[in-house]
């Protein structure tokens, strides 16, 4: 079986296709919610222009209707944590579902990124 490659386009606010973001502002936070598979086709750029010069302090990554993420797409999500660092922006991850927990925390990433267990404590920490 071939697996098909994920392509994404922009619609007011929405990534969609065989992979979906959506995002909203709250307060000083852009949350994002992608829902599907992560893998190296998908890519959060785009996040990454919404935010850039916004008064936006944090970018919460709720991964609750993410149902898979191979190696790519954590690089993906370590791009943008590069991305928001440089503009001085913090990144958290939250309501991972166990599997996805658990590569991340295999992975390392957890030393650098901090994953809380709901939206709202990560919209509450500093």
């Not at 893998?39 to 010069?53: H, M, P, Y």
């Not at 944090?58 to 993420?69: E, Y």
């Amino acid at each position: 079986m071939i697996m098909p490659y994920f392509y994404y386009y922009i619609q007011e606010g929405k990534f969609m296709k065989d992979f979906k973001i959506e995002y909203r502002i709250q307060d000083d936070a852009c949350i994002v919610s992608p829902e599907g598979m992560l893998t190296g086709g998908n890519n959060f750029t785009q996040i990454l222009s919404v935010v850039k010069g916004e008064n936006i302090k944090k970018v919460l990554l709720n991964g609750r209707q993410l149902n898979f993420i191979d190696s790519s797409g954590i690089g993906a999500i370590i791009d943008l944590f590069k991305g928001l660092q440089t503009e001085g922006k913090i990144l958290y991850l939250c309501e991972l579902q166990k599997d996805i927990f658990d590569l991340l925390i295999v992975s390392g990433i957890d030393s650098f990124i901090t994953i809380h267990t709901t939206e709202s404590e990560a919209i509450m920490s500093d």
